[in-house]
Nanobody
Framework: QVQLVESGGGLVQAGGSLRLSCVAS????????MGWFRQAPGKDREFVGA????????LYADSVKGRFAISRGNARGTVYLQMNSLKVEDTAVYYC?????????????????WGQGTQVTVSS
């Protein structure tokens, strides 16, 4: 049963923009919060940002604050990651995740459902 599907990744030049989409289904569509994480080759998966469904409040990693923005779509279970002023170091596989509980949203282990990931490559 597919729960989360990301799309929108691709190749972009430094300074450019991309918007990632995530569509949740099943139990994931009733998540307390939706998060975005990324993983570059040879590195651990890191928190990018999250949005709480109840009030649309957001939180971001310092590395993306002011450049990335998370929002929810009109359709239930839809969330976006708008990425502006992209840098080469933003290159990674980006994952959408759903958390069913209100705890430590910056930590990957609290998320219950994960998408398959979408590649974002930023060239210099």
């Amino acid at each position: 049963q597919v729960q989360l599907v990301e799309s929108g990744g691709g190749l972009v030049q430094a300074g450019g923009s991309l918007r990632l989409s995530c569509v949740a289904s099943g139990r994931a569509a009733s998540a307390f919060a939706m998060g975005w994480f990324r993983q570059a080759p040879g590195k651990d998966r890191e928190f990018v940002g999250a949005i709480k469904v109840v009030d649309n409040s957001t939180l971001y990693a310092d590395s993306v604050k002011g450049r990335f923005a998370i929002s929810r779509g009109n359709a239930r279970g839809t969330v976006y990651l708008q990425m502006n002023s992209l840098k080469v170091e933003d290159t990674a596989v980006y994952y959408c995740a759903a958390a069913m509980r209100q705890v430590f949203l910056t930590m990957a282990r609290v998320y219950d459902f994960w998408g398959q990931g979408t590649q974002v490559t930023v060239s210099s």
